[in-house]
């Protein structure tokens, strides 16, 4: 069973910066790969980013480039969300997701562990 454990969200002014962290706290070479994803209240969860363990191959929300990075320690199990330049809209509870399916996979579907998710909120 892989737990997760997220951390680093907060309270952050528009324009400003967070690096969220999930940490797989079980053996990870079981699963393929890691995403973000978020929801904000009343909308429906969305993909953020994903990462594979292996190959460090990313992908990024289209809407979210060139503000946001994912990468990942291998060595610590842990995987990084470093989000620049935060707008008011970016407030939703994030959360990380492991999947043992191959790829890089936006569906939320194809995930097979979460994270108890990390409160973003950025003020205006």
């Known amino acids: 069973q892989v737990q997760l454990v997220e951390s680093g969200g907060g309270l952050v002014q528009a324009g400003g910066s967070l690096r969220l962290s999930c940490a797989a706290t079980?053996?990870?070479?079981?699963?393929?790969?890691m995403g973000w994803f978020r929801q904000a209240p009343g909308k429906e969860r969305e993909f953020v980013a994903a990462?594979?363990?292996?190959?460090?191959?990313?992908a990024v929300a289209g809407s979210l480039k060139g503000r946001f990075t994912i990468s990942r320690d291998n060595a610590k199990n842990t995987v990084y969300l470093q989000m620049n330049n935060l707008p008011p809209e970016d407030t939703a509870l994030y959360y990380c997701a492991a999947t043992n399916n191959v790829g890089i996979l936006l569906g939320s579907l194809r995930y097979d562990y979460w994270g108890q998710g990390t409160q973003v909120t950025v003020s205006s």
């Open positions: 079980a053996r990870t070479f079981s699963t393929y790969g």
């Open positions: 990462i594979i363990w292996g190959s460090g191959r990313t």
